[in-house]
């Protein structure tokens, strides 16, 4: 698996954007997640020097997750890793977004095979844009929206569950995403699925960057968790 070092070019061009003030107000959004899919696509094997903080969301069947990564706080933007992929994550996110609706909802209100239940038009996500991009076998959603990102930080702070659903014209996806808040979240993911467990802290482009629920570098967190008796080895299994 790449890693998540050799998808990020350090987030200089997110640097440079700043620096210009091209902000998204300015350039578009569009733009600014073309910029976000890029960075993400490039294989440079520089140390990240950059500091910014994120948040992990496990996705309830285990084969995914999703970060949101603090650029600034007009910049929040979201990214799903689905691990091995899946058709209907595919065949849904390959559509532009302006061809899609997206819903995100509490999770309990989905009911698997109802498609209906995963987008109560209440939900609808006003704005979303998004780009799609496969790497080495495994899917990756790169999201820009501000209505999305707030509601996501609420349920994060409530440390509720929610679902985000996205209906195209061939396809739909939901998925069910559950906050990762403390140590303890994270020996609960490893239990759930420890090879995605172990992706997921493999990355090593976020080792020196900020776990924003426990204030502590992602490095210091898998020093924390290997206390507790969880290391992973070159292959992604547990020890």
């Known amino acids: 698996m790449v890693s998540f070092q050799s998808k990020v070019n350090k987030f200089q061009l997110l640097q440079n954007l700043d620096t210009h003030k091209l902000q998204w107000e300015s350039v578009g959004m569009r733009v600014f ?20 903080n994120y948040s992990l969301f496990m996705e309830e069947d285990g084969d995914g997750i999703m970060f949101l990564f603090y650029i600034n706080p007009k910049q929040i933007f979201g990214q799903i890793a689905q ?8 065949l849904t996110y390959s559509n532009p977004d302006t061809q899609t609706s997206s819903f995100l909802q509490p999770s309990n209100l989905g009911v698997s095979g109802d498609a209906d239940s995963w987008m109560i038009p209440r939900y609808a ?21 501000t209505a999305a990102a707030q509601e996501i930080i609420g349920y994060l702070n409530r440390n509720e569950s929610f679902s985000l659903s996205t209906l195209a014209d061939n396809a739909w996806y939901a998925g069910t995403f559950i906050p990762i808040k403390s140590l303890k979240d994270f020996e609960k993911f490893a239990a759930h ?11 090593e482009y976020i080792e020196d960057q900020i776990f924003q629920e426990l204030k502590k570098t992602t490095k210091q967190i898998i020093k924390d ?15």
Request: charged share 25%.
């Open 83 to 90: 691990y091995g992929g899946y058709k209907w994550f595919r």
């Open 193 to 203: 699925n420890a090879r995605t467990f172990c992706m997921t802290l493999d990355y």
């Open 125 to 145: 996500v006003d704005k979303m844009e998004y780009q799609y991009s496969e790497d080495e076998g495994d899917q990756y959603l790169t999201f820009l929206s």
């Open 225 to 239: 968790l290997e206390y507790n008796g969880l290391s992973c080895d070159k292959n992604f299994n547990l020890n």
């Open 33 to 52: 997640i073309a910029v976000l899919v890029l960075i993400f696509s490039l294989h440079l094997h520089a140390k990240a020097e950059d500091k910014f």
